[in-house]
């Protein structure tokens, strides 16, 4: 296509876009006055994406479809836009016909196959260079923090849950449950010594969010790539709903998933720089401070720290040294204070019921319709009379079985492994219902499209949930800015929930964007290191899901972002370069 005449590309660019948007949008909605709009935005761009690609892309002569990469390009690109419809993929009763069917899945699947193919030639031959600045931190820094500012102002102090509330209480009775990670609670305890109000640790997250992501882009910067662009794509970023009010969101999960995303920001500079980053003492006390931050803030993130440190071991054994010892400290200092320190402060330990979340809904799912033996119809009766098991089961969330007032967790406690032995029995029994009880559950982890209801997402909230026992309550200054920052959310989940408040969006970003660099740098390994933090958090919480709540997931949010600048780096600039 590259030989023919201007005139005659932009005919079959236009032609191409107009049966591209035909499919795509038939696969989503039926058409309609607003669909319309989108369409003709979508005619545009598919015509120069593909006028664009006819005048430049060369199967002969690019990168990506060389011999070498060819075998893992193919796959990736085969199957990638499969599973991205599987999740995308809404309500399609407006399908009438079985061919209709055919030809709306196989035009939008060609469309994301050559979108894939195009969009990683594209990235790979990507290089933002250009000049660094050396105040160019301050610009990252400064740009989300006043505008992340504008949030605490206008739901000050910030927004609080009944989990939030719990923690508060324990920071002022000290009476200590590890139901929330206690290290976490024991942060909040100190910052109330400065200020009594949830409104510090509201600030602290606003200014650890901003604080990292200004350390994240002047990693990439020293990469090679241009401030301008990378101040320019914090403007962004700094605008980006999600990272907005989760700043002032008072949940564990915030500030584990700030920690989190530094690990991969540190992993980022120990890849690019082979290692090297790890000869200098201050970075190597910002990684301990890191993992003590990942091993501590969520019931989850120890196994993401210990699979994590041995894999950075056996890649970067060059550097064993500090990284062994940054290993065995972390450890050490994590199962004296989880053991010796919490038995002298007599630290409540979390219950059973919330590591069995999965096994729980795949029990109720098969209760309610598969087949059980007596022995095991004995033993789920014992856990929940077998009449509760389909009053409480929502197929999306496990907590209205597990705080029902009927579910014995304490019976489960006594003896753990009568209840993994019934549940393998009932599951290998039923594995079609296990299955689905699985994927319902874990939807918001690898669905991008909200289900039909009763699916839903918990995204945000705006207040601290009212008549608590502390007293804490709102406070607007500026009703203006509160009503106009809430509406800006309003609008953002209204029309854009499938792209920016469903975390499922962010996992596919992640993965394409990791792969794409993985082709660009050669094909080094060690560049999934980088995204395995976020990625092994996503499958720690499929395997425990309560519910679905996007918090669980908020650290693909700054990961992805941080992938998008990552991929501007020249092919040339994975170097042995000092920090």
């Given at each position: 296509m590259?030989?023919?005449?201007?005139?005659?590309?932009?005919m079959?660019?236009?032609?191409?876009?107009?049966?591209?948007?035909?499919?795509?949008?038939?696969?989503?909605?039926?058409?309609?006055?607003?669909?319309?709009?989108?369409?003709?935005?979508?005619?545009?761009?598919?015509?120069?994406?593909?006028?664009?690609?006819?005048?430049?892309?060369?199967?002969?002569?690019?990168?990506?479809?060389?011999?070498?990469?060819?075998?893992?390009v193919?796959?990736?690109?085969?199957?990638?836009?499969?599973?991205?419809?599987?999740?995308?993929?809404?309500?399609?009763?407006?399908?009438?016909?079985?061919?209709?069917?055919?030809?709306?899945?196989?035009?939008?699947?060609?469309?994301?196959?050559?979108?894939?193919?195009?969009?990683?030639?594209?990235?790979?031959?990507?290089?933002?260079?250009?000049?660094?600045?050396?105040?160019?931190?301050?610009?990252?820094?400064v740009?989300?923090?006043?505008?992340?500012?504008?949030?605490?102002?206008?739901?000050?102090?910030?927004?609080?849950?009944?989990?939030?509330?719990?923690?508060?209480?324990?920071?002022?009775?000290?009476?200590?449950?590890?139901?929330?990670?206690?290290?976490?609670?024991?942060?909040?305890?100190?910052?109330?010594?400065?200020?009594?109000?949830?409104?510090?640790l509201?600030?602290?997250?606003?200014?650890?969010?901003?604080?990292?992501?200004?350390?994240?882009?002047?990693?990439i910067?020293?990469?090679?790539?241009?401030?301008?662009?990378?101040?320019?794509?914090?403007?962004?970023?700094a605008?980006?709903?999600?990272?907005?009010?989760?700043?002032?969101?008072?949940?564990?999960?915030?500030?584990?998933?700030?920690?989190?995303?530094?690990?991969?920001?540190?992993?980022?500079?120990?890849?690019?720089?082979?290692?090297?980053?790890l000869?200098?003492?201050?970075?190597?006390?910002?990684?301990f401070?890191?993992?003590?931050?990942?091993?501590?803030?969520?019931?989850?993130?120890?196994?993401?720290?210990?699979?994590?440190?041995?894999?950075?071991?056996?890649?970067?054994?060059?550097?064993?040294?500090?990284?062994l010892?940054?290993?065995?400290?972390?450890?050490?200092?994590y199962?004296?204070?989880?053991?010796?320190?919490?038995?002298?402060?007599?630290?409540?330990?979390?219950?059973?019921?919330?590591?069995?979340?999965?096994?729980?809904?795949?029990?109720?799912?098969?209760?309610?319709?598969?087949?059980?033996?007596?022995?095991?119809?004995?033993?789920?009766?014992?856990?929940?009379?077998?009449?509760?098991?389909?009053?409480?089961?929502?197929?999306?969330k496990?907590?209205?079985?597990?705080?029902?007032?009927?579910?014995d967790?304490?019976?489960?406690?006594?003896?753990?492994?009568?209840?993994?032995?019934?549940?393998?029995?009932?599951?290998?029994q039923?594995?079609?219902?296990?299955?689905?009880?699985?994927?319902?559950?874990?939807?918001i982890?690898?669905?991008?499209h909200?289900?039909?209801?009763?699916?839903?997402?918990?995204n945000f909230?705006?207040?601290?949930?009212?008549?608590?026992?502390?007293?804490?309550?709102?406070?607007?200054?500026?009703?203006?800015?509160?009503?106009?920052?809430?509406?800006?959310?309003?609008?953002?989940?209204?029309?854009?929930?499938?792209?920016?408040?469903r975390?499922?969006?962010?996992?596919?970003?992640?993965?394409?964007?990791?792969?794409?660099?993985?082709?660009?740098?050669?094909?080094?390994a060690?560049?999934?290191?980088?995204?395995?933090?976020?990625?092994?958090?996503?499958?720690?919480?499929?395997?425990?899901?309560?519910?679905?709540?996007?918090?669980?997931?908020?650290?693909?949010?700054?990961?992805?972002?941080?992938?998008?600048?990552?991929?501007?780096?020249g092919?040339?600039?994975?170097?042995?370069?000092?920090?």
């Amino acid at each position: 296509m590259t030989n023919l005449s201007p005139i005659i590309r932009v005919m079959v660019s236009v032609v191409v876009s107009l049966i591209a948007t035909a499919g795509i949008i038939s696969f989503y909605e039926p058409f309609y006055p607003f669909t319309m709009f989108i369409g003709v935005i979508l005619i545009c761009l598919f015509t120069l994406i593909a006028y664009s690609a006819s005048k430049s892309f060369s199967w002969n002569h690019s990168i990506l479809f060389s011999r070498p990469h060819m075998k893992w390009v193919l796959p990736f690109g085969l199957i990638f836009p499969a599973l991205l419809m599987a999740s995308s993929a809404p309500d399609q009763s407006h399908i009438e016909t079985s061919i209709m069917f055919v030809i709306v899945y196989f035009v939008t699947y060609l469309v994301y196959m050559c979108l894939s193919f195009i969009g990683m030639s594209k990235l790979i031959h990507l290089d933002a260079s250009g000049k660094s600045s050396k105040y160019s931190f301050s610009i990252y820094l400064v740009i989300p923090f006043v505008t992340w500012m504008v949030y605490f102002i206008a739901f000050f102090p910030a927004t609080m849950t009944p989990d939030s509330l719990s923690q508060w209480g324990q920071a002022h009775s000290y009476d200590w449950s590890n139901w929330h990670p206690l290290v976490h609670t024991w942060l909040l305890t100190v910052l109330v010594q400065i200020w009594d109000s949830p409104g510090v640790l509201a600030l602290f997250q606003v200014f650890m969010m901003a604080l990292v992501w200004a350390y994240g882009m002047k990693s990439i910067e020293k990469r090679g790539v241009s401030f301008v662009w990378l101040s320019l794509f914090t403007v962004l970023v700094a605008a980006w709903p999600v990272l907005g009010i989760y700043s002032i969101s008072l949940w564990k999960d915030v500030l584990y998933s700030i920690v989190l995303f530094l690990f991969c920001v540190l992993t980022f500079n120990i890849v690019f720089t082979r290692g090297v980053w790890l000869t200098q003492k201050s970075n190597l006390l910002l990684l301990f401070v890191t993992s003590l931050g990942v091993a501590f803030f969520r019931h989850n993130g120890f196994p993401v720290f210990l699979v994590m440190g041995i894999l950075l071991l056996i890649v970067f054994r060059q550097h064993w040294k500090p990284l062994l010892a940054n290993f065995i400290a972390v450890l050490a200092i994590y199962l004296v204070v989880t053991g010796p320190i919490f038995t002298a402060l007599d630290v409540r330990p979390t219950e059973a019921k919330e590591a069995l979340g999965i096994p729980t809904q795949q029990m109720a799912n098969i209760v309610i319709n598969g087949d059980l033996t007596e022995d095991q119809e004995a033993y789920v009766s014992n856990v929940m009379p077998l009449p509760m098991w389909e009053k409480f089961y929502h197929p999306y969330k496990v907590d209205p079985i597990k705080f029902s007032g009927e579910y014995d967790d304490t019976f489960i406690a006594n003896d753990l492994g009568a209840f993994l032995k019934v549940w393998s029995g009932m599951v290998i029994q039923n594995p079609g219902l296990a299955i689905e009880a699985f994927l319902k559950e874990t939807s918001i982890v690898w669905q991008m499209h909200e289900p039909e209801k009763p699916g839903y997402t918990s995204n945000f909230l705006t207040y601290i949930y009212k008549d608590n026992e502390y007293g804490l309550e709102n406070k607007i200054f500026f009703p203006t800015i509160t009503s106009n920052v809430k509406e800006y959310l309003e609008d953002s989940e209204k029309n854009f929930l499938t792209t920016i408040w469903r975390p499922a969006s962010y996992l596919f970003a992640i993965v394409f964007l990791t792969f794409t660099a993985w082709m660009k740098f050669n094909r080094r390994a060690s560049v999934w290191l980088i995204s395995l933090p976020v990625l092994l958090n996503v499958g720690s919480v499929a395997a425990t899901l309560p519910a679905q709540d996007f918090r669980y997931l908020f650290s693909n949010v700054p990961l992805a972002l941080f992938l998008i600048a990552m991929i501007w780096i020249g092919q040339s600039k994975m170097s042995d370069a000092h920090e």
